[in-house]
């Protein structure tokens, strides 16, 4: 590995780590409307953190997991989100290089951070879904990776496509199933893998969420048809896959 090399993994890796505190600051703040710029404070004393308690990954580990003020515990949540963030850029960098293994790993990050939002709150903010589009077709134009044509199309497909789902959804069992952030992400990972992996995506999330909610049945026994399980999360997983790897057939 040459020093360029080098510098670039290790400044992508003290970014992702940066980035991956504001993403799971946002994703606590932005579904409950509370501003991202306000100070961080203990969840329990409510005592504003210094500078030093903030240091990614590293003031977690030094405090033991606690509020330097109060000694309570803080939970994993920070530094777990952290590390995924750290992990999407990694992976990133198996694939990609330059430029775009920057945009990749933006990308990633917005994708983790609707992942928590909606896995949580069953949300999917504006913010975060609607620039997916624009961006995807620009990333593509630049990369040369598909034609504006397929990205563009893959954006109006992949909404199109979820809107009609939840109408089928709605017709068939009665009540709302499948949201319009849905369709919004599904527009914006579209614009990003192109038309022709658009049926990957669905197809990969769709397995993704069969395999997690299997699962949560048998941990937790029978699960009702009318529990909801959010599927943004999966749908951002398969994005992410679909756009590294291709589609998974052709």
């Known amino acids: 590995m040459s020093a360029r090399e080098s510098f670039t993994l290790l400044l992508l890796a003290l970014v992702s780590v940066s980035i ?16 991202i710029n306000g100070r961080s404070s203990c969840p329990h004393c409510a005592h504003v953190l210094a500078p030093l308690d903030l240091v990614p990954l590293l003031s977690w580990a030094a405090l033991k997991g606690r509020c330097r003020y109060c ?31 920057w945009a990749t790993a933006i990308f990633g990050w917005t994708l983790l951070a609707l992942a928590l939002i909606d896995w949580t709150h069953f949300v999917l903010p ?40 939840a109408w089928a959804y709605r017709r068939w069992r009665g009540r709302e199933g499948l949201g319009a952030g849905d369709a919004k992400l599904l ?18 999330a769709s397995l993704l969420a069969l ?26 997983a398969a994005g992410w896959v679909v756009w590294l790897y291709g589609p998974l057939f052709g």
């Open 20 to 35: 991956g505190s504001f993403v799971a600051t946002l994703a606590l703040r932005l579904p409950a409307g509370r501003s």
């Open 71 to 101: 000694r309570r515990s803080i939970g994993v949540y920070y530094p777990a989100v952290e590390l995924a963030a750290l992990g999407l850029a990694l992976w990133a960098v198996t694939v990609l290089s330059g430029w775009l293994l």
């Open 126 to 165: 504006d913010v975060l879904t609607l620039p997916l589009a624009p961006a995807g077709i620009v990333v593509n134009w630049l990369a040369g990776e598909r034609s504006l044509l397929d990205a563009a199309l893959g954006a109006i497909l992949g909404y199109l496509a979820f809107i009609a789902i």
């Open 187 to 204: 527009a914006g990972l579209g614009a990003w893998v192109g038309a022709s992996g658009l049926p990957s995506v669905v197809l990969l």
């Open 211 to 236: 395999v997690v909610a299997l699962a949560a049945q048998g941990l937790r026994g029978r699960r009702s048809l009318s529990d909801r399980v959010p599927f943004g999360p999966f749908l951002a």
